[in-house]
Nanobody, 118 residues
Framework: QVQLVESGGGLVQAGGSLRLSCAFS????????MGWFRQVPGKQREFVAG???YYAEAVKGRFTISRDNAKNTVTLQMNSLKPEDTAVYYCAARRGGVYYAASSYEYWGQGTQVTVSS
């Protein structure tokens, strides 16, 4: 059983930065592909970043995903934040499927709230 625990969310002004972290446990981290998604009330969960190289168009150039296999963590560095980035952010783990589909991911964290004020 994989456990994922996110941290690092909070309130920030537009133009600011936040760094989200996700701690992975329960299986061999290096054998899993990781992704970040976000969700706002009333909308579907949307892909943000995954597999260290893929990004949603809305965040490309502002967000960076990275992983540390020695520490079993994946991070999402978010710069130049905008009010439209406000959402609950989730990290997720998958072994197959496509990186951008939420249905490909088997395990999810509990989510962390990111709020960007204008």
């Amino acid at each position: 059983q994989v456990q994922l625990v996110e941290s690092g969310g909070g309130l920030v002004q537009a133009g600011g930065s936040l760094r989200l972290s996700c701690a992975f446990s329960g299986r061999t981290f290096s054998m899993w592909s990781m992704g970040w998604f976000r969700q706002v009330p009333g909308k579907q969960r949307e892909f943000v970043a995954g597999s260290n190289i893929y990004y949603a168009e809305a965040v490309k150039g502002r967000f960076t995903i990275s992983r540390d296999n020695a520490k079993n963590t994946v991070t999402l560095q978010m710069n130049s934040l905008k009010p439209e980035d406000t959402a609950v952010y989730y990290c997720a783990a998958r072994r197959g499927g496509v990186y951008y589909a939420a249905s490909s991911y088997e395990y999810w964290g509990q989510g962390t709230q990111v709020t960007v004020s204008s």
